[in-house]
């Protein structure tokens, strides 16, 4: 019985929370973090920023630890086989569906973001019965669309699902009209029946078929996250179906920096507009040229993160 997922891929930005600040809506919304940092915290859909304009994107907004915690930006999601994901190259470059079901953000998307931040990937599978596991990857990148859309993912830490995706590390991006993968054939129009970054061909499949735990005979075509229950086909575990259906969440999330900068390097980079409300000396600096965020401490000299602050924006060309 070929096992089928619910797919979620999600950005969000490992960002400090606006707490008791006063906010200046001065800065561009480029991930569901920013949507959050402006005191937005329902899931829904929302508007970023983008090099190509604004683009309506899902944010999840899940509350809970270190791991479970959101903002989530959802790049993918699968959950009834509504959307068809048997799609040329230009469609999953610039995207496609219903960003309240069925998904994909876009490729060129995905690279916009992971050049210019730090994001990690969280993947959540939920089977038929409820049943629900996660992986997470502490750092995740895509290339540039002369290097294939080249993935990058590493540093997997295990919630149950399994390890998955590590085997599509360093791949390029394929479809059904770009064969890139390592495969002597063409993984996503043989088996997969869907884009994604096919080694030979692999054991992830967010954008294959939604068969419903219909077993047609074929294996590879339907959405699979491999390492979970190790095989591609599920058993009959009961008279009724014991089909699984995965919740995946593909999550992107920006990691803070860590690196020493000191305040005349800030100053150098930006316009200081408003101070910490309760420490002049500090404020959140934010680069729309570089889409960096830094919080700059210039008593003591280096970067520091704080719960309560005023946004600062950091603007190309106005230095001080």
Request: hydrophobic share 30%.
């Amino acid at each position: 019985m070929i096992t089928n997922m619910i797919v979620l891929l999600c950005l969000s930005a490992l960002f400090p929370v606006l707490m008791g600040a006063e906010e200046v809506r001065c800065f561009r919304t480029t991930d569901c973090s920013d949507v959050y940092s402006s005191w937005k915290n329902e899931s829904g859909v929302y508007t970023i920023s983008t090099i190509d304009g604004p683009l309506q994107v899902y944010c999840e907004m899940i509350p809970g630890n270190q791991i479970d915690q959101g903002p989530w930006t959802v790049i993918l999601r699968r959950m009834d086989g509504e959307e068809n994901f048997f799609r040329p190259w230009e469609k999953y470059k610039w995207g496609f569906g219903n960003n309240t079901g069925e998904y994909w953000l876009g490729l060129e998307i995905l690279y916009q973001l992971t050049r210019k931040y730090k994001y990690k990937l969280r993947v959540d599978v939920e089977d038929f019965e409820g049943k629900k596991a996660y992986a997470l990857y502490n750092s995740f990148s895509v290339g540039s669309e002369a290097d294939g859309y080249k993935l990058q993912v590493s540093d997997f830490v295990d919630g149950g699902a399994g390890d998955s995706l590590s085997y599509h590390n360093a791949m390029k991006f394929s479809t059904v009209d770009k064969d890139q993968d390592a495969w002597s054939g063409n993984c996503a129009m043989t088996y997969s029946q869907g884009g994604f970054w096919y080694n030979g061909c692999g054991y992830a499949n967010p954008t294959g078929l939604y068969l419903w735990g219909k077993d047609d005979g074929s294996i590879y075509i339907g959405v699979y996250w491999y390492h979970w229950k190790s095989s591609w086909t599920s058993e009959n575990t009961s008279s009724s179906s014991s089909s699984t259906r995965w919740l995946q969440y593909m999550s992107l999330y920006y990691l803070s920096p860590t690196d020493s900068y000191q305040w005349g390097l800030c100053n150098n980079c930006c316009t200081k507009i408003l101070l910490d409300s309760i420490s002049k000396r500090s404020s959140l600096l934010y680069d729309l040229g570089l889409c960096q965020r830094w919080s700059c401490d210039n008593s003591k000299n280096h970067l520091q993160k704080r719960k309560t602050f005023i946004i600062v924006a950091c603007l190309p060309g106005h230095l001080k």
